[in-house]
Structure formats: structure tokens, C-alpha cells
């Protein structure tokens, strides 16, 4: 990550089997859309005493309207609320998936059960599907920051990571696609991100990203899945794919 700081360029110009970061379209319950770069959305919640809410001479009708609107005010304010509530659960783990942990360096991921794990310098874990077109990799490089909001926003983040992505002379196109932030089970913050890459090394790919930093360590999860015009990305594949995403965490 050059953009970030010296000690990070490992994993921007690593091997070509490890993609560098992505973003990511579709998010699941957990994970809150951010607006583009630059737009600012206020959310403010218009606040009512509670004698005006619930007077008493108010019908059940009018009191239960009160009692919605006083929770969407709520909502409006904590929309992480939503996401923590037991209705709103996480889509099942695919059959296909299964728990990888690295204790040593401390990171813990979902992958395709069929996804065999390779060596590869520089790399924490790299896993290929059949020769390697396809792949997830996870690198880790200390840094000097405590939490990876030191650095920027995640709008911020993912426009330093597409400008390396296109300085890159294999890159001939490069476009982010969505841009997400979420909550790791530790309560660090985790920018996820989704693009899409045309190369002259792997054509036209998807690539998925997830970042975070704990302990003075940077963990970067990178998956690279070809998305060419005559065979694209399929949406059984991709919801697999997010759940890997998504599942990326502290140890």
C-alpha cells in the first residue's frame, strides 16, 4: 500500500496473483453504503417533546403513530441499530465455505472449501482456484497507524487504491464500483471495497477488498475473480465471494 505509507508498498506492487484491493457492490445486513466522495447527507432526526408525543388526550391510533415516528427518528440517528437487530440476520454461510484462522498473525477469514491454500512470498495465505485465475490473498505489514480512520475515509482510501491500480503498466482500466465501512467483532473499523480491473496480465476482473488495522498491523484481504464479457461473474459466485468479504476479521 504505498498510498499509506513506505512500510506498506509490499502489497501494492507484490506478485500479480495476489490483485490489489477492491470494493463491493451488494452489501449485506451488516454493512452500511457510504455516499460518494465529496456528497455530504445530514441525518438528522426532528425531535418532539414527549407531552407532544403522548398527550393524554391523544387516540391509540395517534400514539402509535407517535411511538414510529419517535423510532425512526432513532433509526435516523443510529441506522447501526437496523443492522444489530435480530430480524435483520446475516444470510447463511454457503456449505461451500469453510473457517480459516491464522492464530500467528492473527486474522480470520471464510473460503471456498475446493480453494486450495499455496505458498507464495510475501504473501500471509494465498488460496487458488484450479491453476490460480481466481484467487483470495491475504498480506499483513506493520504500520505506524492504531486504526486504519487515521489514515482517511474510506472514499479517500479507495482513491488513492484505484490511482496505484492504474499506474500499474499491465492496467489498462480500472473503476471502483462501491465503497462500504462495517464494524470487525473487535469494534475496529473495516473499509471494504469493490472494483473492477481490465489488464493486459488477467483481462477483465472483479476484485474484492477488505482492510483494517489492529495491533500496528495493517491486514489487506484481496479477491481476484475473472468477470470477462463472454463469461461474467455469475450471482451464486459473487454471493460466495461477499461472504468471504465479509468474513474477514481479527483472529
Not at 225 to 245: A, C, F, I, W
Request: with cysteine; proline share 8%; aromatic share 8%.
Amino acid at each position: 500500500m504505498a498510498w499509506l505509507e513506505p512500510s506498506t508498498a509490499a502489497w501494492c506492487g507484490g506478485a500479480s496473483t495476489i490483485p490489489s484491493p477492491p470494493t463491493l457492490r451488494r452489501l449485506g445486513p451488516h454493512h452500511r453504503r457510504l455516499p460518494p466522495a465529496g456528497v455530504l447527507i445530514p441525518c438528522q432526526a426532528i425531535h418532539q417533546p414527549e407531552h407532544v408525543l403522548f398527550h393524554s388526550s391523544a387516540t391509540n391510533n395517534e400514539k402509535n403513530a407517535a411511538r414510529i415516528s419517535r423510532r425512526s427518528s432513532v433509526l435516523l440517528l443510529f441506522p447501526f441499530l437496523v443492522a444489530s437487530s435480530p430480524s435483520a440476520a446475516s444470510p447463511p454461510v454457503s456449505a461451500h465455505l469453510e473457517l480459516y484462522t491464522d492464530q500467528g498473525e492473527g486474522f480470520t477469514l471464510l473460503k471456498p472449501s475446493s480453494w486450495v491454500k499455496v505458498e507464495k512470498a510475501g504473501a500471509a495465505a494465498l488460496f487458488e482456484e484450479g491453476k490460480g485465475s481466481n484467487n483470495i490473498g491475504v498480506v499483513v505489514n506493520p504500520v505506524r497507524l492504531s486504526s486504519l480512520k487515521d489514515f482517511g475515509t474510506p472514499e479517500f482510501v479507495a482513491d488513492k487504491l484505484i490511482q496505484a491500480e492504474r499506474r500499474k503498466e499491465s492496467t489498462k482500466d480500472a473503476q471502483v464500483l462501491s465503497v462500504a465501512e462495517r464494524l470487525g467483532h473487535s469494534g475496529l473499523p473495516v473499509y471494504e471495497f469493490e472494483y473492477k480491473v481490465d489488464s493486459t496480465r488477467g483481462g477483465m476482473k472483479r476484485i474484492f477488498s477488505a482492510a483494517f488495522v489492529a495491533s500496528r498491523k495493517l491486514y489487506l484481504l484481496n479477491i481476484a475473480y475473472s468477470d470477462r464479457p463472454d463469461n461474467p461473474l455469475d450471482g451464486k459466485t459473487r454471493m460466495v465471494l461477499e461472504q468471504v468479504l465479509h468474513s474477514f476479521d481479527t483472529a
